[in-house]
């Protein structure tokens, strides 16, 4: 069992940043890939960006390709996603997510096992 809690949303104007950071604890962190969701109001959980278990390779969801950067300090048991040039439409619930299989780079929701409660963030037009 892995516990993940997501902390650092807040509300921001346009145009500036925010940076999310995931707490994990229970397994070996480093045995996970991890991923960033988000859910705005009345739409579906959707992939953000996703890093695997040693942070050497990433991938993001083409809406936030150049913008976000998700990152993780194995040390730590941490995994963070950096957002900057934040729109209106990034607005939402964020949660963070672990793989099992920790080579994967998974983009669907049931590719992670274990989620956290969530963190919201809303960009102010």
């Known amino acids: 069992q892995v516990r993940l809690v997501e902390s650092g949303g807040g509300l921001v104007q346009a145009g500036g940043s925010l940076r999310l950071s995931c707490a994990a604890s229970g397994r070996t962190f480093s045995d996970y890939a991890m991923g960033w969701f988000r859910q705005a109001p009345g739409k579906e959980r959707e992939f953000v960006a996703a890093?695997?278990?040693?942070?050497?390779?990433?991938y993001y969801a083409d809406s936030v390709q150049g913008r976000f950067t998700i990152s993780r300090d194995n040390a730590k048991n941490m995994a963070y996603l950096q957002m900057n040039s934040l729109k209106p439409e990034d607005t939402g619930v964020y949660f963070c997510a672990a793989d099992q299989t920790p080579y994967r780079l998974g983009g669907a929701r049931r590719e992670y096992d274990y989620w956290g409660q969530g963190t919201q963030v809303t960009v102010s037009s």
């Open positions: 890093i695997n278990f040693n942070g050497g390779r990433t």
